[in-house]
């Protein structure tokens, strides 16, 4: 994939680290680099803060972490899920040692400011998969050729389908975009709602439909390199705006809106797990995080998925994928060596590939296993042949309320003005940062 153009900033320059936070214009306190505190170490036991950006598997790195210290008695590890503390602790010159992202446009700024550490080096990298880390780098590498971050975890989304409800009605797993549709026309003849729809909950609609249909349309990686690179020139009528890529893929979403359920407006994301755990549709527009919650709901539910296929070449099909987790050293961290011990422990096969089977997802190691786990064994031929795409939503900042409009145009099917919305968007973006 085309990298975004690195930026050559100085690390963890008070303005740099700012502008990435978002932050730009308040008050510089924060300290230059290289003027790290001591190292943390008391009666000769280091102590680390390792900061990851998910509350529910907080349990789960409790065991990690004291099996590394049972194997590591002079490292000690605290463990900090509250994500909101990363940037006050940059300001403040006292960032975490260690820190799992995930990797879209905000962690991508911190990257291309300077503030991890290169890890092209440790040995932890020569095992993970090349085309998995390209979606790492992708984003961008500070000086053109660093590695700020080491893949821990692959999340795959598509559809979910219920396998009862396909198999009761003699429906194959589609693999072209007409018997996909054909699919949802036979379901919606037995009277059942192809797709259950959650609405309400604008964010669904991004990373469900926008971005499957655009990942299968499009080469999402290589738009966004083209468009970061014409920054604030572009027009809608310029060969690199949404206005003239984006078009395709808008009656395809109107046509899976249609096959959703009525009342799918008033409907948010604890209805959909509630009601498709019920049986209620055939398909939901959802990734792995929803698994275990389908299940909760109803234990007996059995759950496939597979790459929505959006043309009629079954070669073309790929899944939309994100680096759920990806681990990085804090570049002025006084506790670099405990820091890359920690994180050859967290890339050993041993727990790496434990993790990744517990979450349905898929391990980013060269030499991982064969994913087992029938909910997501229909994405894994996509995942193993490096046939995905990461969502056109986790391009956008979060300064622009994306998902609203793309809630909007579902609603009010308005497309000339969502596009010509999204372009002005990306125009005031790249106005600001170019400044």
Known sequence: MSAIPPSRESPLSRRALFKAAGLAGAAAVLPLAGCGSAPSSQNGVTTLRFMQNKPEVVAYFNRVIKDFEALNPDIRVIQDFNEGNFVPGLVRNDPPDVVTRGFAQATADFVRKGVFADLSDHPAAATID????????????????????????????????????????????????????AACEKFKAAGITPI?????????????????????????????????????????????????????????????????????????????????????????????????????????????SFPLPVTNNPADTKARVNVDMALSITRNTPNMAAARRFVSYLLDPSVVNAYNEKNAAFSPLKEAPAVENPQITGLAASVRAGRYYQGATTYFPPSVPLYNYIQSFVYGKNGEQFLSALDDEWRRVAERTAV
Not at 134 to 143: A, F, I, Q, T
Not at 144 to 158: R, V
């Open 130 to 181: 090349p085309k998995v880390q390209d979606l790492v780098s992708s984003w961008g590498r500070y000086n053109g050729h660093e590695t700020s971050a080491l893949p821990f975890s692959l999340a795959a989304a598509g559809v979910i389908y219920n396998r009862d409800v396909f198999e009761a009605q003699g429906v194959a797993v589609p693999t072209t975009w007409d018997e996909f549709v």
């Open 196 to 304: 259950y729809g959650t609405f309400k909950d604008s964010w669904t609609l991004g990373q469900g439909m926008f971005d499957y249909l655009a990942g299968g349309s499009l080469d999402v990686a290589g738009f966004f390199a083209k468009l970061t690179a014409k920054g604030a020139a572009i027009s809608e009528d310029a060969k690199e705006s949404f206005t003239s890529n984006f078009g395709p893929v808008l009656p395809k979403m109107l046509e899976l809106a249609a096959f959703s359920q009525k009342g799918a407006t008033s409907k948010n994301y604890a209805d959909g797990n509630a009601a498709f755990a019920k049986g209620q549709a055939a398909m939901y527009l959802q990734g792995p995080w929803a698994l275990s919650q389908l299940v909760a709901a109803n234990k007996d539910v059995r759950l496939g």
